[in-house]
């Protein structure tokens, strides 16, 4: 059920780190099923469904958008989306800036960043994204909050843990050097139903589980 698979997950997570329950093809049923528990955080990955839902379910949910982002359909979502974890290019990021001052709001994001060794995942590389930081750091309309990443899908766990601990890495050289000042720099989002534990281990803030709660 549902309620159990939730409690399980949630007793065993640390108390600092946030749960979002990945809704992207879940019938609007099961999502109300979460709902009634009293969980309001939930992230899809397309921007359709993201609006869909949006309109069906009750205005206190805080959304994420946990997906590849196309610049062109950002304002969709900008009125109401709570985090956008997905910034994956300067392009992306003056989009999303834009919008938001249209909004007249001010959209927190996740800088997404290629952990993996697949070639499929998008993110920024780890080398060459710096010289871009000052100027994401300029755009009054969004507010990186930290970043984003998705491990190898491999059984080995101790790659994943490395592939966990690296975007942790660059985090704490982020911290420590553009965001010092910046307190709301805090999120680190990864671990995924398979390897949600690992990388809790690996200093993981917010996990974003979908199939463990919904099978
Ligand atoms: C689908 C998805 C998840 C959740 O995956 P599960 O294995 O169902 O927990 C997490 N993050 C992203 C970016 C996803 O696309």
């Given amino acids: 059920m549902i309620k159990d698979n939730l409690n399980q997950i949630k007793a ?20 109300l099923e979460v709902y009634e528990t009293g969980h309001r955080q939930f992230a899809e990955n397309r921007v359709q469904e993201l609006t869909t839902k949006y309109e069906s379910m009750p205005k206190d949910v805080l959304w994420h958008m946990i997906g590849h982002l196309q610049s062109n359909k950002v304002k ?23 919008q938001a001052l249209k909004n007249n709001r001010i959209i927190p994001v996740l800088l997404q960043f290629h952990i993996a060794q697949e070639e499929t995942k998008s993110g920024f590389s780890t080398d060459g994204f710096q010289t871009i930081i000052p100027d994401l750091i300029k755009l009054e309309g969004i507010e ?25 890495s660059i985090f704490n050289s982020l911290k420590n050097s553009y965001f010092q000042n910046h307190p709301n720099f805090k999120i680190i989002s990864m671990g995924m139903s398979g390897d949600y534990l690992i990388a809790v281990k690996a200093g993981s803030t917010m996990v974003r589980v979908g199939s463990l709660v919904f099978e």
């Fill in 12 to 31: 065993s997570l640390p108390n600092d780190v946030e749960l979002i329950v990945v809704s992207k093809f879940r019938p609007l049923e099961q999502l």
């Fill in 76 to 98: 969709y979502i900008a009125p109401f989306i709570h985090l956008i974890h997905s910034v994956d290019s300067f392009e992306l990021a003056t989009e999303i800036n834009k």
């Fill in 144 to 168: 990186i909050q930290g970043v984003m990443g998705m491990a190898s899908l491999t059984d080995n766990q101790e790659q994943v843990f490395q592939e966990f601990s690296h975007l942790k």
